[in-house]
């Protein structure tokens, strides 16, 4: 009303109604609205009379009496005697609410309590417990420092912290809720951590983590790293923002929002199961995307037939290559193919035989090959590790991985004869072309004793066929030392130093014959050459030393 009466040009009616009201509400038990109104009044008026200032600094001598430097700060700031009483008393009260024993959060840096106020130096200082207390400046306070109000749960931390510790390990979901609500709006798994640490043990974390973060009042958002937890006003809040979620989101987001709706158990469940239904119906042109879905809603408890049925139509209308190559989730993909297998007969060999020229998972390639040799299918399997090998850098994750398992003793045979000396021609590139980028770890590891590089060096390869994977290795910049030694250790093992490779020669002498040239070493370093440098001084010193000199040491 005030404002409005003030942007309406009506300011003396404003102020009268203020001065109603502060004389309505002065002298309550209350002091805090009598407070802001008499703020106000100074604030609006021009120049504000002494009867104004009185008011207003007993009504703030009230609102905080139980604090410990308020006589200090009323000294200070003198109301009286102020030109700008409205920021005088906004200085005040920041003072006061930073006062000793306060307890605030330190941005940054955790929860502590003021144990220090410093009016002449316009310094806070806070102890953070355990810690070298922290100073801040007056003037960076309301950017720095935050009161905690009562009952806030890092509030607690500092002020009851064994009572905080049995409240958490006795109900994690409601403490995961204060908590969050603690810390504000969305946090992430580590923050969560940080302010549990010293209530909660490192070993209790996993169990009550998985308790905590089911109660129906957490609310998820983002994948991986980017995962962050929030806190709905109810139960009922957060299922109804769940599946407003789930309806508005993509078909590939859609996914992920349906995981976290499962693992609830409310009501909200049949209504996510008929979004899901609905989503495979329309993706008719993604049958990856449309498999991922009906198997993500197989998940729900009503939802599993509706996902068998899905997926049945989905094997019989689809492509299975264009099928496999939407479905992003491993697993999932894996009980694609296990589908394909069953639902085509004989046909299955040749289509994984396909489909492993597209797979990057080791997992997956480790399945295919099994399956194929045990079906009888090699002669599929060495078709498509040809063109493997054929064109290596077309295919860097099936050729990482065919160089891994072909030193297994129970590698497929397609495999096991491929592991020729021609290998090492190809090895290299796995550790300096960007195609092998993402691969560099796995291609490093090759070069590791028992591995293909080395077994290959040893076994097969001939001494030009080492000595040339040897300096191919060693001129790479990426390769760790200790890994290029045993490369070419492996090398000189094998076939013996190349000739480039400078000879050393070995001196042999017996432990007497050391000990006498050390004698004679000490006495050239302190008897013979100190006395020889001093002739040079000498015949330096009268100009002689293109002489003979040695007749001047005699």
Not at 134 to 153: I, K
Not at 195 to 216: N, Q
Request: aromatic share 4%; charged share 25%; hydrophobic share 40%.
């Amino acid at each position: 009303m005030r404002r409005l009466l003030w942007q309406a040009g009506r300011k003396n009616l404003a102020m009268t109604l203020l001065d109603l009201l502060a004389d309505t509400i002065e002298g309550r038990d209350d002091p805090f609205p009598t407070l802001v109104v008499l703020k106000e009044q100074v604030r609006l008026a021009a120049k504000p009379n002494s009867g104004l200032i009185k008011r207003l600094q007993r009504a703030l001598e009230a609102a905080h009496a139980d604090r410990p430097s308020l006589g200090a700060i009323v000294s200070r700031y003198s109301l009286a005697g102020q030109r700008k009483p409205a920021e005088a008393i906004k200085d005040m009260e920041n003072w006061l609410d930073h006062d000793q024993g306060t307890i605030v959060e330190v941005v940054g840096q955790g929860v502590g309590r003021v144990i220090e106020l410093n009016l002449e130096l316009d310094n806070i200082k806070v102890d953070l417990g355990g810690r070298r207390p922290v100073s801040v400046p007056f003037g960076a306070v309301s950017r720095y420092l935050r009161p905690l109000p009562e009952g806030d749960f890092r509030r607690r931390k500092v002020e009851d912290p064994d009572g905080l510790a049995a409240f958490v390990k006795d109900n994690p979901g409601g403490a995961l809720v204060e908590l969050i609500e603690s810390l504000g709006d969305e946090v992430d798994v580590s923050a969560i951590k940080d302010a549990l640490e010293g209530v909660l043990s490192t070993k209790s974390w996993t169990p009550w983590w998985g308790k905590a973060r089911k109660h129906p009042r957490i609310l998820t958002s983002g994948t991986g790293s980017r995962l962050r937890y929030s806190v709905s006003g109810s139960a009922e809040d957060a299922a109804g923002i769940l599946i407003t979620e789930l309806e508005q989101a993509d078909p590939r987001q859609r996914l992920v929002i349906a995981k976290r709706v499962v693992t609830r158990g409310d009501d909200s469940l049949n209504e996510a199961t008929r979004i899901l239904s609905d989503s495979i119906e329309s993706l008719t042109d993604e049958p990856g995307l449309a498999w991922e879905t009906a198997a993500v809603l197989s998940g729900f408890p009503d939802g599993g037939e509706a996902a068998a049925a899905a997926q049945a139509g989905i094997i019989e209308t689809s492509q299975p290559l264009h099928l496999l190559g939407g479905i992003q989730d491993r697993q999932v993909r894996m009980a694609a193919l296990e589908a394909i297998r069953k639902a085509r007969g004989d046909d299955w060999t040749r289509i994984w035989g396909e489909w492993f020229l597209h797979e990057d998972t080791p997992a997956i390639l480790d399945s295919i090959s099994t399956a194929l040799v045990r079906a009888g299918a090699g002669e599929t399997l060495d078709s498509a590790i040809e063109v493997v090998f054929r064109n290596h850098t077309h295919h860097p994750n099936r050729f990482v991985w065919a160089c891994e398992r072909m030193t297994n003793p129970d590698a497929p045979e397609p495999l096991r004869r491929r592991m020729t000396p021609s290998l090492l021609e190809k090895l290299p590139d796995g550790l300096s072309r960007r195609e092998f980028a993402s691969l560099r770890g796995r291609c490093k590891a090759l070069l590791d004793g028992g591995k293909v590089a080395i077994r290959l060096l040893l076994e097969s390869a001939n001494k030009g066929q080492a000595e040339r994977f040897s300096q191919r290795v060693a001129r790479l910049p990426g390769v760790e030392p200790q890994r290029v030694h045993l490369v070419e250790q492996a090398a000189r093992q094998a076939h013996g130093p190349s000739e480039s490779e400078p000879q050393i020669t070995l001196l042999v002498a017996t432990q007497h014959a050391v000990e006498a040239k050390q004698v004679e070493l000490q006495q050239l370093l302190e008897v013979e050459i100190p006395k020889t440098l001093k002739g040079i001084n000498a015949a330096a010193a009268e100009g002689d030393l293109r002489e003979n000199f040695e007749y001047h040491m005699l």
